[in-house]
């Protein structure tokens, strides 16, 4: 029997496309949803399970900003 090269896919939870994620990602890693752009973390591997990046850092330098 011959092994097929298969592409680990997640799915981005922002508008439901296939991500695919590269063979030698780790948990942890972030990578971008080629379908919307929205920044994703690799929070599990076996199944893949992708998270939205919560940017908190972006977000408090706004606030700041704004008087």
Known sequence: MQEENIVPT?????CEADVHVDTDTD???TLT???CGTAL????????????????DAD????????
């Open 60 to 67: 408090d330098d706004e606030e700041e900003d704004e008087y």
């Open 33 to 35: 949803c080629d379908e």
């Open 10 to 14: 997640g799915t981005c939870p922002e």
């Open 41 to 56: 973390e690799v929070v599990g591997l076996d199944p893949v399970e992708l998270d939205i990046v919560e940017d908190d």
């Open 27 to 29: 948990k942890g890693d």
